[in-house]
């Protein structure tokens, strides 16, 4: 192992660029995806690719029938082009 990285979200979701000097991790309900660059050293956080998803509406039945305010959804999943630009 190289490093730990500690990111304060997350969920299933890591991927390596094709040139092994970028990882982008799943930012769970922070609904970003972060970027982590090779400085030559270790790898650290250079971007951070927001999503801009809106938080869902759920309602909860029998209280009400009213929509509530929920949670954003969890971020996973990710993958990347062989050429590395998506």
Known sequence: MKQVIQQL?????LVWAPNSQT?????GCDDVVYVYSDNGTNFGL?????????RMLFVQRGQSDRPRPGR?????????T?????
Do not use: C, E, F, M
Not at 23 to 27: D, V
Not at 47 to 52: F, M, P, R
């Open 9 to 13: 979200n997350a969920h299933v979701g």
């Open 23 to 27: 990882l982008y991790a799943a930012g």
């Open 46 to 54: 250079s971007n951070k690719i927001s999503l801009g998803t809106p």
């Open 72 to 80: 954003r959804a969890q971020r996973s999943g990710l993958a990347i």
């Open 82 to 86: 062989a050429d590395g630009k998506r």
